[in-house]
């Protein structure tokens, strides 16, 4: 499985965008994507999850503004992040873990930089 992140860039506090996360290669094996993000100086932490049976999962600090989903046909999660603020400034980061022949793996995609002006 290889991960595609795109998406990032800059928008003013308030506005929106939406990350996209393009599987390819063994995507049938996909158990679950996760959004995580990393900001200058602090630990990555989760941001959303979507599972086979589209579970999702959020951290909580940003239920109601930011929205996993996916579009099987493109082999594509998708985040969509509302009423940015300046701290949500961060690399947000797309992986993927995954089971093959009874193994499991764990995959990262690049990062998409997301930079929110005050």
């Known amino acids: 499985v290889q991960l595609q992140a795109s998406g990032g860039g800059l928008v003013q506090a308030g506005g929106s965008l939406r990350l996209s996360c393009a599987a390819s290669?063994?995507?049938?094996?996909?158990?679950?994507v996760t959004w995580y993000r990393q900001a200058p100086g602090k630990q990555r932490e989760l941001v959303a999850s979507i599972g086979r049976a589209g579970t999702t999962n959020y951290a909580n600090s940003l239920k109601g503004r930011f929205t996993i989903s996916r579009d099987d046909a493109k082999n594509t999660v998708y985040l969509q992040m509302n009423s940015l603020k300046p701290e949500d400034t961060a690399v947000y980061l797309c992986?993927?873990?995954?089971?093959?022949?009874?193994?499991?793996?764990?995959?990262w995609g690049q990062g998409a930089q997301v930079t929110v002006s005050s």
């Open positions: 992986a993927a873990d995954w089971t093959d022949y009874s193994t499991d793996y764990f995959t």
């Open positions: 290669g063994s995507t049938f094996s996909i158990n679950a």
